[in-house]
C-alpha cells in the first residue's frame, strides 16, 4: 500500500564501501527525486528524473551515481563512502506539473563508521 | 531562481496556544508554496499548497496558511496547538519553469504541556 518506498531504512557500513539505496513509487507519477537531509535537517536536492531522464543533477560528487530502470524505481549507488556522506536520504515523486506535491518516502538513514 | 526563508529555526508553543510559523519567499514568477511536516524518523507529509485561487488555503491537522504576495510571505497557523503537533515544519516553493522544489531550512515545533 506504501505510496513511495525505500529500502533499507537504515544502512551502517564502513568508509571506502560501495552501497545502494532503492526506492520505488505505485504512485504512476512521471518524475522521481533523491534528496540528502543531514544532521541539522536542512534537505538538499540531489537528482531528479523524469520519464527515466536526469533533468536535475545538483552539485554531487560523482561518487554518487542514480539509475532510473524505469519510471517507477529511482536507486542511487554511492561508491567509496565517506564518513561526510552519513546522512538521511530520501525519495520523492510527483506527477507532471510543478504546482504538483511531491510524496516522500521515510527515508535511509545511512551512517558510516 | 526560487528559494524560502524560514524565521526561527525554533519555536516553541504551550498546549492550546496558536501556532505560527513564518515561511517568506523569493521569486520572480508566480509560485506555488507548499508545507510539510516531518515527525521523528518519518519522511515529509504535505499539509497543505497553494497554488493559485483563493489565498487562504486550508490543510489537514487543523493547520491553514494565507498567501500574501504584498509581503512575499505565507505562514503556516494552527489556532490551537496539540501535543501531536511536535513535529519539523518545512517551507517549500516551485514555478511552472522549475521542475524542482525549493526547501526552507525547517523550523521545530515544540509543544508544552
Known amino acids: 500500500d506504501t505510496a513511495v518506498s525505500q529500502t533499507p531504512k537504515y544502512l551502517v557500513t564502513q568508509m571506502g564501501n560501495d552501497k545502494s539505496i532503492k526506492c520505488e513509487q505505485n504512485l504512476g507519477h512521471d518524475t522521481m527525486y533523491w534528496y540528502k537531509q543531514d544532521s541539522k535537517k536542512f534537505l538538499k536536492i540531489m537528482f531528479s528524473y523524469n520519464n527515466k531522464e536526469l533533468i536535475i543533477n545538483e552539485t554531487v560528487p560523482n561518487r554518487f551515481s542514480p539509475k532510473s530502470p524505469d519510471k517507477a524505481h529511482l536507486n542511487l549507488h554511492i561508491n567509496s563512502l565517506e564518513l561526510g556522506d552519513s546522512a538521511v536520504y530520501f525519495c520523492?515523486?510527483?506527477?507532471?506539473?510543478?504546482?504538483?506535491?511531491?510524496?516522500f518516502g521515510d527515508g535511509t538513514r545511512l551512517s558510516i563508521l | 531562481a526560487q528559494s524560502v526563508t524560514q524565521l526561527g529555526s525554533h519555536v516553541s508553543v504551550s498546549e492550546g496556544a496558536l501556532v505560527l510559523l513564518r515561511c517568506n519567499y523569493s521569486s520572480s514568477v508566480p509560485p506555488y508554496l507548499f508545507w510539510y511536516v516531518q515527525y521523528p524518523n518519518q519522511g515529509l507529509q504535505l499539509l497543505l499548497k497553494y497554488t493559485t485561487g483563493a489565498t487562504l488555503v486550508k490543510g489537514i491537522n487543523g493547520f491553514e496558511a494565507e498567501f500574501k504576495k504584498s509581503e512575499t510571505s505565507f505562514h503556516l497557523t494552527k489556532p490551537s496547538a496539540h501535543m501531536s503537533d511536535a513535529a519539523e515544519y518545512f517551507c517549500a516553493v516551485s514555478t511552472t519553469f522549475n521542475n524542482d522544489m525549493r526547501f526552507g531550512a525547517g523550523t521545530r515545533l515544540t509543544v508544552k504541556p
Open positions: 520523492a515523486s510527483r506527477q507532471g506539473l510543478s504546482n504538483q506535491p511531491q510524496h
